[in-house]
């Protein structure tokens, strides 16, 4: 059974940072990706970052690129969101999900291409 687990989220202040988990467990991550979306309070859900267990290949939306930073861990069967520089935008919850990866022409920011996600960590960025 795939599940995917977050953690990390807080509340911390505008220009601080956090270290989100995503731990899997119940399939080989070797042949995904895993993907991070975000959905803050009246808005849709959307990506945030994604990574290919397989060659580390990242992706980033525009929004965070330079101030967040995705990495695995294969070993740990976990991958991280370094989230650095943090704005009161960036205030979510923010999940995990995994999928098959970026190939063949799939998005790696559309939520169709993601077939597990996780339950979701809150963070929250206010003085």
């Known amino acids: 059974q795939v599940q995917l687990a977050e953690s990390g989220g807080s509340l911390v202040q505008p220009g601080g940072s956090l270290r989100l988990s995503c731990a899997a467990s119940g399939f080989t991550m070797d042949y995904y990706a895993i993907g991070w979306f975000r959905q803050a309070p009246g808005k849709e859900r959307e990506g945030v970052s994604c990574i290919t267990i397989r060659d580390g290949t990242t992706y980033y939306a525009d929004s965070v690129k330079g101030r967040f930073t995705i990495s695995r861990d294969s070993a740990k069967k976990t991958v991280y969101l370094q989230m650095n520089r943090l704005k009161p935008e960036d205030t979510a919850i923010y999940y995990c999900?995994?999928?098959?990866?970026?190939?063949?022409?799939?998005?790696?920011?559309?939520?169709?291409?993601?077939?597990?996600w996780g339950q979701g960590t809150q963070v929250t960025i206010s003085s």
């Open positions: 999900a995994t999928g098959p990866g970026p190939y063949y022409g799939r998005s790696w920011y559309s939520e169709a291409e993601y077939d597990h």
